[in-house]
């Protein structure tokens, strides 16, 4: 029962920790939810391929880890606030980092399947995507993203 009121505090004040990073050289973060949660469960069963595309941003991307690979490895988004929701689908720890034209953040590990979510906001150009897990990345877990 404490460890669904603990995960339930941490979903509540995500949106105060993102409403804070005001500036573009912080850094967000992710809180990893809880699966017996039902307040914020994601399905980790499947592996979601999917943009949800929306005019001038605010799109949110799903993106399944395993080991070692991105699920979907590239993506193509409309420049402005993009949401990673990211799922661990795998049977080791993992994490997503986004980089590239000035921007550098990457998500808080997730355990095997947690689930978070990384909140950026993306000019146009071409970013690195890839798992910052020590020698994750040399292994496949890595991607691009395209904003345009």
Not at 25 to 36: G, I, P, V
Not at 70 to 84: I, M, R
């Amino acid at each position: 029962m404490a460890r669904k009121l603990l995960v339930l505090i941490a979903i509540a004040a995500i949106p105060v920790v993102l409403a804070a990073c005001g500036s573009d050289d912080s850094t967000s973060t992710s809180a990893a939810s809880d699966t017996s949660s039902t307040a914020a469960t994601t399905d980790t069963s499947s592996t979601e391929s999917s943009t949800t595309a929306s005019t001038g941003g605010g799109e949110t991307v799903s993106i399944g880890e395993t080991e070692y690979k991105l699920d979907p490895s590239d993506a193509t988004v409309k420049a402005g606030e993009v949401t990673f929701d990211v799922s661990n689908n795998g049977a080791t720890t993992h994490n997503l980092e986004i980089e590239g034209n000035g921007v550098e953040e990457v998500t808080d590990s997730l355990s095997p399947g947690d689930s978070g979510k990384l909140t950026v906001d993306l000019k146009p150009g071409t970013y690195e995507m890839y798992c910052a897990i020590d020698g994750h990345r040399d292994l496949g877990m890595e991607g691009e993203v395209t904003v345009q």
